[in-house]
């Protein structure tokens, strides 16, 4: 984050808070971008909201950023036929923009909004519910190499927190019975990042068939970035006419300098090789294979996007 940004964020806050008017509070009008942290969420974000044409809603479910979420817990799964009314309540008023914090609101720069972008990073295990009781809203999955996301956790010290979703009888129920045993055995933040990244994968993968979630992978958009954006824009009734692909090359706002590919000069796509031991590797694509998911990321730098789309088709009918 360079020194301007940082200086401009109190006065974003504060203005976002105070100033922003959402005309429009349809849950049709927003766009919900959901992914497992540090896959590229944020630049994401910049790509579809580049004229800033949306207000720009940032992670309203984060379990301790978001003072709503505190009874909730954290990466709540929701079956799609839940019907918690205080639950439902909550992410309406998020939804429909009724929610104003300056969490929420860090990096938001429009003040008058007719529409809104939703990115968040703890929302994979709701994606099918949010389709159902929110129907008409797009919804968009962003994927990134499960080993790039581990590495990252690592760099930045987060702990890969998947244990805590064993708690979640429902989940466990409905997915994670298999598996628990692997994932309790898993020794480091490394793998339990990569378990946490299968499970944030595997259920919206299942539960959502490919006309009702859009699919996005971040190495396409890195290497094939007009096709993949031509997708993604299509799917959201958005033109491509303006864009400035130079503007792609830019850090995001939450990208830090000592360990972003953007600032380190590091290959986008896959320099998380560098950072990522042969064993490392090995592991990560055993547990892939453990949820048969290394038939959408396996060894190689670059999706299967075909992978993800046998997964979505072969889940038709099921929870």
């Known amino acids: 984050m360079n020194i301007l940004t940082a200086y401009l964020q109190p006065i974003r806050r504060r203005m976002g808070l105070r100033l922003v008017i959402d005309r429009d509070a349809d849950h049709r009008k927003s766009i919900f971008l959901a992914g497992t942290g540090r896959s590229g969420g944020t630049w994401v974000s910049d790509i579809i909201n580049q004229h800033n044409e949306y207000r720009f809603i940032f992670e309203p479910f984060h379990p301790k950023r978001a003072p709503w979420m505190k009874p909730f817990g954290e990466r709540r799964y929701m079956r799609p036929e839940d019907n918690d009314p205080e639950f439902l309540a909550l992410a309406q008023s998020i939804v429909e923009g009724?929610?104003?914090?300056?969490?929420?609101?860090?990096?938001?720069?429009?003040?008058?909004?007719?529409?809104?972008?939703?990115?968040?990073?703890?929302?994979n295990l709701m994606m099918k519910w949010l389709r159902i009781n929110f129907p008409g809203m797009p919804l968009i999955l962003l994927l990134r190499h499960p080993c790039a996301v581990a590495a990252s956790f690592v760099a930045h010290n987060y702990k890969?927190?998947?244990?805590?979703?064993?708690?979640?009888?429902?989940?466990?129920?409905?997915?994670?019975?298999?598996?628990?045993?692997?994932?309790?055995?898993?020794?480091?933040?490394?793998?339990?990042?990569?378990?946490?990244?299968?499970?944030?994968?595997?259920?919206?993968?299942?539960?959502?068939?490919?006309?009702?979630?859009?699919?996005?992978?971040?190495?396409?958009?890195?290497?094939?970035?007009?096709?993949?954006?031509?997708r993604l824009f299509s799917y959201l009734g958005k033109s491509m006419d303006d864009l400035d692909f130079e503007k792609l090359k830019?850090?995001?706002?939450?990208?830090?300098?000592?360990?972003?590919?953007?600032?380190?000069?590091?290959?986008?796509?896959?320099?998380?090789?560098?950072?990522?031991?042969?064993?490392?590797?090995?592991?990560?694509?055993?547990?892939?294979?453990?949820?048969g998911l290394d038939g959408v990321y396996s060894d190689a730098s670059m999706p299967r996007v075909e992978g993800a789309l046998e997964i979505m088709n072969a889940g038709r009918g099921n929870h």
């Open 98 to 123: 009724r929610i104003r914090h300056a969490w929420t609101e860090r990096f938001n720069r429009r003040l008058v909004a007719h529409e809104r972008l939703i990115k968040e990073d703890y929302a």
């Open 160 to 230: 890969g927190a998947v244990m805590p979703l064993l708690d979640q009888e429902k989940l466990v129920e409905d997915f994670l019975h298999p598996y628990i045993d692997d994932i309790r055995q898993a020794k480091d933040t490394f793998e339990r990042t990569i378990f946490l990244w299968c499970v944030e994968a595997l259920v919206p993968l299942r539960q959502c068939r490919p006309e009702e979630m859009h699919v996005v992978f971040f190495e396409n958009l890195v290497q094939q970035p007009e096709a993949e954006i031509g």
């Open 250 to 291: 830019l850090p995001s706002l939450t990208a830090r300098r000592a360990t972003s590919a953007v600032w380190t000069g590091a290959n986008r796509a896959d320099g998380w090789k560098d950072k990522v031991s042969d064993e490392q590797r090995r592991r990560a694509l055993e547990i892939l294979k453990l949820f």
